[in-house]
């Protein structure tokens, strides 16, 4: 077992470290890895002089949940802070944090933090005005792990330097109060210490895509399945499952050289064991084992972030703030943006800081909201009329995406949409003067055009573009309540129903989106929500059957659609059907080879006289189980 050094001492249970705490030392449990205890003290070398019993304010203060009060206790005792066990059933009450103010420390190993545990306990919070932090990891010893470097009294007045990684446009960036931005390269930030690294990229709680190189959660050697055994296919230190070609480089998240860790990525912190794809590679988890001693990042996967947030952070950082104060002021960006609830967690300290207050970077202004329109009296128009208003309102939706992002495949698409519904309108107006027998049957089979096109956009754009399409269903609608929802069928997260109206006279919409998984759902009244029955799991090669129900009355078309989670690998299979009343079983099948171990997307499309439904689920893919030896 390697040496700590001086004053942290390795503890063998948590009731020998208790003990160690009364002889003035910090203890580490001792990790039954010796890669990971030797990583851990060769990190802690690099952590300022230590000290217990630091406590913060006085209204700092530590709770646990409910079973880990074992560890809550030594947390507590190690930061000089007082204790007590959190109760979730007395969330609502004003006092179930503690006094009004102030900052809450939640203690508990990962298992137990679920978005469904954690999004309560961070709303009581921010109702009750008090910063919170949270100190978990994926067992006991990696938790005392990151105790033991909260305890490190870090330099305040080194100067303030902040690296920026944005995955999203290549660009690396040196933040330091007081000068202009400086460009770096990979390379050079990767290889350097810094006060605070952010991480702005496209991905998933387990990887971040950083152009030549894709940050990987993996901690060991090897990925390993839910049983503990090496998952066939996945992540290891030198190949990423992300890409198996090797094309790019993995380097682990414990590996960045920062004291805090921003991970402005899709879902990064993610800590149930059921929330995403089911092996032991985690952004965060990784990165609370590593230098870092703060991971602040998304806590969820609809917030459509931008380099507003990151900057908006690195300010907040060289100003003294807290870390606390921080997640608290990005989580009234995300209500702006239109998100309820919390938008991201910090893991770690909410009392801690990188510099002393007044050493800011102006900060960047904050995001503007979409201006409301206000409510005008629209001409009320019916039938076909208000189909054919729908069905523009989404065609601009996707031409103002292709403003954004260009599409040459999804642009040809919506010019064919265009002229399906332009020719149905000519047809329409022309009826309401001099209507003759066949009019309604012509608006019907442009319809029936208009929405095949729909489908086709799965298949014949290399993205699928169904995010865009989401988008664009209710770009010109307004949220005008919430109600429950049940909790997603992959991740057990809480979910919401968002129902929508239009100033413009257009149809109603209700939306459902997991905070963790994505969007699962957008249709109008008009369309039904669809019973899906879909695997727990697909498999390379091997075919899944998908059941969709229709019920009485229901017509039109629609599409069934497998697709890998990376929409830039094109699709794995598609079909399209016409809808008749009933079970339709469709089975679709994803490549023998090729085929990155991931959380992929199911997406089921209906369209039906110029109106559009879609559906969404996420299906992890697994390797092949090893044959046994009958079967060899």
Same mark, same amino acid.
């Given at each position: 077992?390697?040496?700590?050094?001086d004053g942290y001492r390795w503890a063998s249970t948590l009731a020998d470290a208790a003990r160690l705490l009364d002889e003035?030392?910090?203890?580490?449990?001792?990790?039954?890895?010796?890669?990971?205890?030797?990583?851990?003290?060769?990190?802690?070398?690099?952590?300022?002089?230590?000290?217990?019993?630091?406590?913060?304010?006085?209204?700092?203060?530590?709770?646990?949940?409910?079973?880990?009060?074992?560890?809550?206790?030594?947390?507590?005792?190690?930061?000089?802070?007082? *204790?007590?066990?959190?109760?979730?059933?007395?969330?609502?009450?004003?006092?179930?944090?503690?006094?009004?103010?102030?900052?809450?420390?939640?203690?508990?190993?990962?298992?137990?933090?679920?978005?469904?545990?954690?999004?309560?306990?961070?709303?009581?919070?921010?109702? #009750?005005?008090?910063?919170?932090?949270?100190?978990?990891?994926?067992?006991?010893?990696?938790?005392?792990?990151?105790?033991?470097?909260?305890?490190?009294?870090?330099? &305040?007045?080194?100067?303030?330097?902040?690296?920026?990684?944005?995955?999203?446009?290549?660009?690396?960036?040196?933040?330091?109060?007081?000068?202009?931005?400086?460009?770096?390269?990979?390379?050079?930030?990767?290889?350097?210490?810094?006060?605070?690294?952010?991480?702005?990229?496209?991905?998933?709680?387990?990887?971040?895509?950083?152009?030549?190189?894709?940050?990987?959660?993996?901690?060991?050697?090897?990925?390993?399945?839910?049983?503990?055994?090496?998952?066939?296919?996945?992540?290891?230190?030198?190949?990423?499952?992300?890409?198996?070609?090797?094309?790019?480089?993995?380097?682990? $998240? /414990?590996?960045?050289?920062?004291?805090?860790?921003?991970?402005?990525?899709? #879902?990064?912190?993610?800590?149930?064991?059921?929330?995403?794809?089911?092996?032991?590679?985690?952004?965060?988890?990784?990165?609370?084992?590593? *230098?870092?001693?703060?991971?602040?990042?998304?806590?969820?996967?609809?917030?459509?972030?931008?380099? /507003?947030?990151?900057?908006?952070?690195?300010?907040?950082?060289?100003?003294?703030?807290?870390?606390? %104060?921080?997640?608290? &002021?990005?989580?009234?960006?995300?209500? =702006?943006?239109?998100?309820?609830?919390?938008?991201?967690?910090?893991?770690?300290?909410?009392? %801690?800081?990188?510099?002393?207050?007044?050493?800011?970077?102006?900060?960047?202004?904050?995001?503007?909201?979409?201006?409301?329109?206000?409510?005008?009296?629209?001409? !009320?128009?019916?039938?076909?009329?208000?189909?054919?208003?729908?069905?523009?309102?989404?065609? %601009?939706?996707?031409? $103002?995406?292709?403003?954004?992002?260009?599409?040459?495949?999804?642009?040809?698409?919506?010019?064919?949409?265009?002229?399906?519904?332009?020719?149905?309108? #000519?047809?329409?107006?022309?009826?309401?003067?001099?209507?003759?027998?066949?009019?309604?049957?012509?608006?019907?089979?442009?319809?029936?055009?208009?929405?095949?096109?729909?489908?086709?956009?799965?298949?014949?754009?290399?993205?699928?573009?169904?995010?865009?399409?989401? $988008?664009?269903?209710?770009?010109?609608? =307004?949220?005008?309540?919430?109600?429950?929802?049940?909790?997603?069928?992959?991740?057990?997260?809480?979910?919401?129903?968002?129902?929508?109206?239009?100033?413009?006279?257009?149809?109603?919409?209700?939306?459902?989106?997991?905070?963790?998984?994505?969007?699962?759902?957008?249709?109008?009244?008009?369309?039904?929500?669809?019973?899906?029955? !879909?695997?727990?799991?697909?498999?390379?090669?091997?075919?899944?059957? !998908?059941?969709?129900?229709?019920?009485?009355?229901?017509?039109?078309?629609?599409?069934?659609?497998?697709?890998?989670?990376?929409?830039?690998?094109?699709?794995?299979?598609?079909?399209?059907?016409?809808?008749?009343?009933?079970?339709?079983?469709?089975?679709?099948?994803?490549?023998?080879?090729?085929?990155?171990?991931?959380?992929?997307?199911?997406?089921?499309?209906?369209?039906?006289?110029?109106?559009?439904?879609?559906?969404?689920?996420?299906?992890?893919?697994?390797? /092949?189980?090893?044959?046994?030896?009958? %079967?060899?």
């Amino acid at each position: 077992m390697p040496s700590l050094p001086d004053g942290y001492r390795w503890a063998s249970t948590l009731a020998d470290a208790a003990r160690l705490l009364d002889e003035e030392s910090v203890p580490v449990l001792r990790p039954d890895d010796p890669r990971r205890a030797d990583r851990w003290a060769d990190i802690l070398r690099t952590y300022p002089t230590r000290g217990l019993g630091r406590g913060g304010p006085p209204d700092a203060r530590v709770v646990s949940l409910a079973g880990h009060e074992d560890l809550g206790e030594l947390v507590a005792r190690a930061l000089g802070r007082p *204790h007590h066990v959190l109760d979730p059933a007395r969330l609502h009450a004003p006092a179930a944090l503690g006094p009004e103010g102030g900052s809450v420390l939640v203690v508990a190993r990962s298992r137990a933090l679920t978005l469904s545990v954690l999004m309560p306990i961070l709303d009581a919070a921010a109702r #009750n005005s008090t910063l919170a932090g949270v100190l978990t990891g994926r067992d006991d010893a990696a938790c005392t792990f990151a105790a033991a470097k909260l305890l490190a009294r870090p330099d &305040l007045s080194a100067l303030a330097r902040t690296a920026l990684l944005d995955g999203t446009t290549g660009l690396t960036h040196v933040l330091t109060p007081g000068r202009p931005d400086q460009r770096s390269t990979l390379a050079d930030v990767l290889g350097s210490g810094w006060g605070s690294l952010l991480v702005d990229a496209h991905g998933s709680a387990a990887h971040a895509s950083l152009g030549a190189v894709t940050l990987c959660g993996l901690s060991g050697p090897a990925e390993l399945g839910p049983d503990g055994s090496v998952l066939a296919g996945g992540c290891t230190p030198t190949t990423c499952k992300t890409d198996p070609t090797g094309r790019t480089r993995p380097i682990a $998240a /414990h590996a960045l050289r920062a004291r805090v860790l921003g991970l402005f990525v899709c #879902n990064a912190i993610t800590l149930g064991e059921a929330e995403q794809y089911p092996s032991d590679v985690s952004l965060a988890l990784d990165a609370v084992e590593g *230098h870092p001693g703060a991971v602040l990042g998304l806590l969820r996967g609809d917030l459509d972030t931008s380099g /507003h947030e990151p900057r908006l952070t690195a300010a907040s950082l060289h100003s003294g703030a807290r870390l606390g %104060q921080i997640a608290a &002021l990005l989580d009234a960006d995300g209500h =702006r943006r239109g998100i309820r609830g919390p938008s991201v967690i910090l893991l770690g300290d909410p009392e %801690q800081r990188l510099q002393e207050p007044d050493t800011a970077i102006a900060a960047p202004a904050p995001a503007v909201p979409a201006a409301v329109r206000p409510l005008a009296d629209a001409e !009320v128009l019916s039938g076909w009329r208000v189909r054919l208003a729908d069905a523009e309102a989404l065609e %601009q939706g996707l031409y $103002a995406s292709l403003d954004r992002r260009p599409d040459a495949d999804l642009s040809a698409c919506v010019e064919e949409m265009t002229s399906y519904r332009q020719t149905a309108l #000519n047809t329409l107006l022309a009826a309401a003067h001099r209507p003759d027998e066949g009019w309604q049957e012509r608006v019907e089979e442009q319809s029936l055009q208009w929405g095949r096109t729909v489908l086709d956009i799965l298949s014949r754009t290399r993205g699928g573009a169904f995010s865009r399409q989401f $988008a664009a269903a209710r770009a010109h609608h =307004r949220t005008t309540r919430w109600t429950p929802a049940p909790a997603c069928e992959y991740c057990r997260a809480p979910r919401e129903f968002e129902h929508l109206t239009s100033s413009l006279g257009l149809t109603d919409r209700r939306t459902l989106r997991c905070p963790k998984c994505g969007p699962a759902l957008s249709l109008p009244p008009t369309l039904d929500s669809l019973d899906l029955t !879909v695997p727990s799991a697909l498999r390379s090669g091997q075919p899944a059957e !998908v059941d969709v129900t229709f019920p009485e009355q229901a017509r039109g078309l629609f599409a069934v659609h497998l697709r890998p989670r990376s929409t830039r690998r094109g699709s794995y299979d598609h079909a399209a059907l016409t809808v008749t009343p009933g079970r339709h079983t469709v089975a679709l099948t994803v490549p023998a080879t090729g085929t990155p171990l991931d959380l992929d997307r199911l997406w089921v499309v209906h369209a039906d006289r110029f109106h559009v439904a879609y559906h969404q689920r996420r299906l992890p893919l697994l390797p /092949h189980p090893e044959p046994t030896d009958h %079967q060899q």
